[in-house]
């Protein structure tokens, strides 16, 4: 089993920013992938950004240019770095890794874009 504490969620004004960040349990070396989607209401859960155990990232085409996905080894921590939000961005983020034993999802925290 493998913990996630995701925080950094809130709500923000169109063209703000946002860090997200998400905590595992285990070893970061341990996980094969760690990744954020989002699900907004009335809509199927998405990809937003991944990132390997040797550090390829993959981006949805919504978000490419203003999102990064990076992490701290030491910490066992990814970050979502969010620019330029738009309303379009307001969503649960949730933070999902992969191992070799299974997936495992964090509970989620809220970003609202508005103004």
């Known amino acids: 089993q493998v913990q996630l504490v995701e925080s950094g969620g809130g709500l923000v004004q169109p063209g703000g920013s946002l860090r997200l960040s998400c905590t595992a349990s285990v070893s970061i070396f341990s996980i094969n992938v760690m990744g954020w989607y989002r699900q907004a209401p009335g809509k199927q859960r998405e990809l937003v950004a991944a990132?390997?155990?040797?550090?390829?990232?993959d981006y949805s085409n919504s978000v490419q240019g203003r999102f990064t996905i990076s992490r701290d080894n030491a910490k066992s921590t990814v970050y979502l770095q969010m620019n330029s939000l738009k309303p379009e961005d307001t969503a649960v983020y949730y933070c999902?890794?992969?191992?070799?034993?299974?997936?495992?999802w964090g509970q989620g925290t809220q970003v609202t874009v508005s103004s």
């Open positions: 990132i390997t155990r040797d550090d390829r990232t």
């Open positions: 999902k890794t992969r191992t070799s034993w299974g997936d495992f």
